[in-house]
């Protein structure tokens, strides 16, 4: 008695069921050969493919050739029902001599395709014989054999010719499903969707750069003394214009009032205009840099503008954009119509330049 521990069973090494169709055999192989090398098989393969080098899909083709055997295939059934003790009832021996000796031919798959039957022979016991019977009983106007594949083309006219010839075909009227390339899976109900994951935020080099554009463009235009001055009502006190300011030589320390004669300022901003009047719209006299520094002799009463010298030449600058060292109200105060110091005194201003 075999042991049904060491009998192999082709049906699980193919993945089908004992009473599974040749359909079903054909789209199991297809499916076995995707599933180790990815690759899908045609008709031409199945009929007569190599036989693999991978010893898992040497055993798969070797299942699937002996079940598309109907006597092999008998022989195995029986070999498995002996292992597991099976004792079968006379129909089902009267079943399986049938199956072992069929009367007539049997097709492993017919199909109608472009208008014409396509049938492939699985079994028979005179291969010869059948082959006989189909020429002599279809003219050849009506059929065509394909060596390559080991398939016939049948004019739909001779579904009788077909149908007395071999026990399995089926007239048009009944024709089953077609084949489908491979075996179809039924997907999960439902998937679940993925678990969110907080991400940081990654748009902050955006914002620094849309900053620094913003700043860039800002500061070219709009320069520093086009801002809104400090507000203030300009009621300059009129003063003697200092008629008698004459500089030293050595230095630009005092006028004949004996008041402090300037002090030295440095540009807040790389650049700043010196005006003809106190004021964001006056007239542009020169356009100061702050790579040296500048003498202020002046300012107005409410300290907003002072009067500055760049060489050989004099106006006003805005107070937020100089920085002073010393007191400012030392300055004398200038009106916003007085006359402004002019000449040798200018000489001076660019000396103290850094």
Do not use: C
């Not at 004099?314 to 105060?333: F, H, K, M, Q, R």
Request: glycine content about 8%; charged content about 20%; overall charge negative.
């Amino acid at each position: 008695m075999a042991d049904n521990r060491s009998l192999e069973n082709y049906y699980q090494i193919l993945g089908v069921q004992p009473n599974a169709s040749q359909e079903v055999l054909d789209a199991a192989y297809r499916r076995q050969v995707r599933l180790h090398t990815g690759e899908f098989l045609n008709d031409a393969s199945l009929v007569a493919g190599p036989v693999p080098s991978d010893p898992i899909l040497a055993k798969v083709d070797e299942a699937y050739r002996l079940l598309s055997n109907p006597l092999k295939r008998w022989t195995h059934d029986e070999a498995l029902r002996e292992a597991e003790h099976v004792h079968e009832s006379e129909e089902d021996l009267e079943l399986a001599r049938k199956r072992i000796e069929p009367p007539d031919a049997w097709l492993s798959y017919q199909r109608l395709e472009n208008g014409s039957i396509y049938i492939r022979v699985g079994w028979a016991q005179d291969f010869t014989a059948i082959r006989d019977a189909v020429t002599a009983a279809i003219p050849e106007s009506g059929r065509a054999y394909n060596a390559r594949l080991n398939e016939w083309r049948v004019d739909p006219r001779y579904e009788s010719e077909l149908e007395a010839i071999f026990s399995n075909f089926r007239r048009a009227d009944v024709q089953r499903p077609p084949r489908l390339a491979g075996p179809t899976y039924q997907g999960p109900s439902h998937i679940p969707a993925p678990p969110h994951v907080p991400q940081a935020w990654r748009g902050w080099p955006f914002v620094i750069i849309g900053g620094l554009i913003v700043a860039i463009l800002g500061a070219v235009l709009f320069p520093a003394n086009r801002g809104e001055p400090v507000s203030a009502g300009a009621t300059a006190t009129a003063l003697a214009l200092i008629s008698s300011y004459e500089p030293l030589e050595s230095d630009f320390d005092t006028v004949t009032t004996g008041t402090p004669s300037g002090l030295t300022g440095t540009l807040l901003h790389p650049s700043v205009n010196l005006r003809g009047q106190p004021d964001v719209s006056g007239p542009v006299l020169k356009l100061l840099t702050s790579d040296q520094s500048y003498r202020v002799v002046g300012r107005l009463e409410n300290g907003s503008w002072f009067v500055a010298t760049a060489g050989d030449i004099t106006g006003w600058i805005a107070a937020w954009t100089i920085g002073v060292e010393g007191d400012p109200l030392s300055l004398p105060v200038f009106g916003e119509n007085d006359a402004l110091p002019q000449g040798a005194d200018s000489g001076n201003a660019e000396g103290d330049s850094e």
